[in-house]
């Protein structure tokens, strides 16, 4: 089995974060944390356990924080037990090519998506019965007994197989193709967030960052509600004219509170020291960055009573970020994390299976979002790429299985 995956190993994390961003060839040191490697492929653990080979995988953002050390040891999840390692590559779409004598779900030659598998380990996973509530629910990224002993997954997206639990992979539509199903994953962090909180006909609502995550949530906005107003903010070129494509109306390229001003016809307001605040500002920001700087601007681009998602993940704590327009303006601060189950018009269902919906509908253009393919044994170059989004034009870097 090959894999890249990373190893909760203090020293060699701390060092990783220390020197990684003087000179990234250090992840793969044998100083770093990370490895990259030919394994023993791993027995079964369990009769509902299956082995699945890997087709292609898209390289997220969150696997870089896990390579790179992005995140700082003081959050709060941080104090968690979690997992001893962390196998890199979840946006990927694979194929059965084993499963235990107890599975039921599956049949060898069925193309699975990766579900809850990079989490860990969660009720269903162990097996454990009653359930916890949040298992009961379906949102297995909370589940509460995730520590318990018991068996667990082997490998990852970024490889050529992983072992895992039946319920912590899902079936893919069949009438989608490798690239659409590869990027069913990434689409539902976007489908997640917007039917959380979902904007109306006639909102103004604004895009923070035009990664794949914010570039996705422009499109899910757009086809879960056309008669919103979107406003996107996109760094680079690239960015501004995909963003377009998917459904902006207003692009902003910096960190403008007069341009917010005069987009949503609200009025901008400074002071000596101050960046200033819009009042009346967008009805509904999803910020798909959610770093201090961006959080900071959001709450004073918002208007009162509006409401901030934070799409975006920021692996550090935020102390400078001013939250006084929560009780001064009313506004809304909330967060989502990955993918579950939503309610959308009455109707209660797996994230994936919006998405399914959405592409059955024709409301998911994915033309021009892969914008590099990689081999797997190219994968340094492929991190590479990812990593310098504005000098190479990436949206969605894929590693493609050439084994």
């Known amino acids: 089995m090959r894999a890249i995956y990373v190893d909760k190993h203090i020293p060699r994390a701390l060092l990783t974060k ?3 961003p003087l000179w990234p060839g250090f992840v793969w040191t044998p100083l770093s944390a990370a490895r990259a490697a030919e394994l023993a492929d791993p027995p079964l653990p369990g009769p509902r356990w299956l082995r699945v080979h890997n087709l292609q995988c898209g390289i997220c953002a969150s696997d870089l924080s896990l390579l790179f050390v992005h995140a700082d040891p ?10 001893a390692r962390f196998w890199l590559g979840h946006e990927t779409v694979s194929v059965v090519t084993e499963a235990g004598p107890g599975v039921t779900r599956f049949r060898v030659g069925d193309r699975v998506l990766m579900d809850t598998h990079f989490a860990g380990a969660n009720c269903e996973t162990l097996e454990i019965e009653p359930k916890c509530r949040y298992c009961a629910e379906g949102d297995y990224h909370f589940c509460v007994n995730k520590s318990e002993p018991g068996p667990r997954g082997a490998g990852g997206g970024f490889g050529d197989s992983y072992v895992t639990h039946e319920t912590a992979v899902y079936p893919a539509a069949p009438e989608l193709n490798t690239d659409q199903a590869m990027l069913v994953e990434p689409i539902s962090i976007a489908v997640y967030g917007v039917m959380r909180f979902p904007p109306r006909p006639g909102d103004r609502v604004m895009v923070i960052g035009a990664g794949i995550i914010g570039l ?14 979107i406003t996107v903010l996109a760094r680079y070129p690239h960015q501004q004219q995909m963003a377009e494509k998917l459904g902006a109306r207003h692009l902003l390229s910096r960190a403008d509170y007069a341009a917010v001003a005069r987009i949503t016809g609200g009025k901008f307001f400074s002071a000596p020291l101050n960046r200033g605040v819009v009042v009346g500002g967008f009805d509904l920001i999803y ?15 918002v208007r009162a009573g509006g409401t901030v998602v934070m799409i975006g993940a920021h692996m550090a704590p935020m102390p400078k970020v001013d939250l006084t327009p929560i009780w001064y303006h009313h ?15 009455g109707v209660h269902k797996h994230t994936y299976e919006w998405v399914f919906d959405l592409f059955r509908q024709d409301k998911l253009e994915i033309n021009g979002l892969i914008t590099h393919r990689f081999p797997l044994r190219d994968y340094k170059e492929a991190i590479r790429v990812a990593t310098a989004k504005g000098r190479e034009r990436a949206i969605k870097v894929i590693l493609v299985n050439d084994a």
Do not use: F, S
């Open 18 to 20: 220390a020197l990684a």
């Open 74 to 83: 003081a959050i709060a999840p941080a104090a968690l037990p979690g997992l």
């Open 216 to 229: 996705l949530t422009v499109m899910v906005v757009h086809a879960l509600e056309p008669q919103a107003e």
């Open 287 to 301: 910020d798909c960055v959610a770093d201090p700087r961006t959080t900071n601007n959001a709450l004073r681009w």
């Open 331 to 345: 506004v809304n601060l909330v967060g989502t994390y990955g993918h579950g189950m939503n309610n959308w018009n």
